[in-house]
């Protein structure tokens, strides 16, 4: 490997073509099998029809994928994805992809109850919350679960910020969304007048962001907020109920300005749990933590004598919206799980988190080199 352009040592200078999509020291050691075949690496920028757009040390290329089309709705390329690819041959092809650090997956509305996912090799997931409709705290709890199962870490955004003039009542309602997400970051942004655009870029300069959503939640914008440019689709808020019109179709990968990559997602009508207890406990850890209290250990918190949880419900400590959200998601998934093959998943998610933990590692030391 020492002295091959694609070395690690070589991408330390920032003109490399790949370090600006993430690629670090971790990747690098991930691909010296590839690399060994004749196959050269490359990001997944976009995925349609059986094909996909990967950047590459050569610059962009379109590849088919039909290698890669495993019967595993979970095993599919997709956006995040680091692909080995033929460096010839016409069409080119993705042979392979790297094993992915995280991912973020949701359940299809089919009825066979299977994952879909929607990015990989994800260290940030932005949850963006139009201010232009009512907050509903149990949806974004729900996107919360999802992103914590995914391995990455969830940062919420609460968009048009500007339609909320009076402080004091942007302060609240920033305050009601920190009750419900312990342990995630807050910010609201106007990206129309770019009130808090340049905290939000500074904390997904360090690696990749996937911007999550519904329809009108602002996500195009705020991805154009954040390019310094007019990238992305945007269409204009509708004055009877504040939503905007659909308008991304696609996910695309794109590089910041300010350091860091993002990946732009289609409004998600249905945000269904797929295998995510994990993700639950962390949005409620202040319920889990109660229940460790409770007399009996296998407390379901409905009527048992001596449950810590109720008795904080009673006493104002916890609210009872809370519990509801709690119930609610915890029976979803627990359906869910029934219906697949959960002791795959789970040990899928494990190693998705092993290696994203491992690959922080290396961007962090990565990124203290360069300075």
């Given amino acids: 490997m020492k002295g091959h352009p694609l070395s690690f040592s070589s991408l330390q200078a920032s003109s490399h073509p790949l370090a600006p999509y993430g690629w670090d020291e971790g990747w690098d050691a991930e691909f010296a099998p590839y690399l060994e075949r004749g196959l050269v690496p490359g990001r997944v920028v976009r995925v349609d029809r059986g094909q996909c757009d990967v950047v590459t040390a050569d610059g962009l290329v379109r590849v088919d994928t039909e290698f890669v089309t495993p019967h595993d709705p979970l095993r599919v390329i997709c956006t995040g994805d680091w692909a080995a690819v033929d460096a010839g041959g016409d069409p080119r092809?993705?042979?392979?992809?790297?094993?992915?650090?995280?991912?973020?997956?949701?359940?299809?509305?089919?009825?066979?109850?299977?994952?879909?996912?929607?990015?990989?090799?994800?260290?940030?997931?932005?949850?963006?919350?139009?201010?232009?409709?009512?907050?509903?705290?149990?949806?974004?709890?729900?996107?919360?679960?999802?992103?914590?199962?995914?391995?990455?870490?969830?940062l919420i955004?609460?968009?048009?910020?500007?339609?909320?003039?009076?402080?004091?009542?942007?302060?609240?309602?920033?305050?009601?969304?920190?009750?419900?997400?312990?342990?995630?970051?807050?910010?609201?942004?106007?990206?129309?007048?770019?009130?808090?655009?340049?905290?939000?870029?500074?904390?997904?300069?360090?690696?990749?962001?996937?911007?999550?959503g519904q329809s009108g939640a602002g996500k195009s914008t705020l991805?154009?907020?954040?390019?310094?440019?007019?990238?992305?689709?945007?269409?204009?808020?509708?004055?009877?109920?504040?939503?905007?019109?659909?308008?991304?179709?696609?996910?695309?990968?794109?590089?910041?300005?300010?350091?860091?990559?993002?990946?732009?997602?289609?409004?998600?009508?249905?945000?269904?749990?797929?295998?995510a207890g994990g993700g639950v406990?962390?949005?409620?850890?202040?319920?889990?933590?109660?229940?460790?209290?409770?007399?009996?250990?296998?407390c379901a918190h409905g009527a048992e004598p001596g449950c810590a949880v109720l008795a904080a419900v009673d006493s104002g400590v916890l609210p009872e919206r809370r519990l509801d959200s709690y119930r609610k998601l915890l029976r979803e998934n627990q359906r869910i799980v029934a219906k697949t093959d959960a002791r795959a998943r789970s040990e899928l998610r494990r190693e998705w988190k092993r290696r994203g933990a491992e690959g922080r590692a290396a961007m962090e030391a990565k990124r203290g080199r360069w300075r």
């Fill in 281 to 298: 406990g962390q949005v409620f850890s202040e319920i889990e933590e109660l229940a460790e209290e409770c007399r009996f250990h296998d």
């Fill in 157 to 212: 955004v609460l968009t048009k910020a500007d339609l909320v003039p009076d402080a004091a009542t942007l302060s609240h309602l920033v305050q009601d969304v920190e009750t419900s997400a312990p342990g995630v970051q807050v910010l609201a942004v106007s990206s129309a007048v770019g009130d808090g655009i340049d905290v939000l870029a500074a904390v997904v300069s360090g690696g990749t962001s996937v911007l999550l």
């Fill in 93 to 154: 092809y993705v042979q392979e992809y790297l094993p992915r650090r995280t991912a973020f997956v949701r359940s299809t509305s089919s009825k066979r109850s299977e994952g879909q996912i929607l990015a990989a090799n994800v260290d940030f997931a932005v949850v963006a919350v139009s201010l232009a409709m009512e907050l509903d705290l149990g949806r974004i709890e729900r996107f919360l679960a999802l992103a914590w199962e995914s391995g990455a870490q969830p």
């Fill in 223 to 275: 991805a154009n907020a954040l390019l310094g440019e007019d990238v992305m689709s945007v269409q204009a808020t509708r004055d009877v109920d504040g939503k905007g019109r659909h308008t991304t179709t696609t996910r695309n990968l794109l590089v910041l300005p300010g350091g860091g990559v993002l990946i732009d997602t289609p409004g998600l009508r249905g945000v269904g749990l797929f295998d």
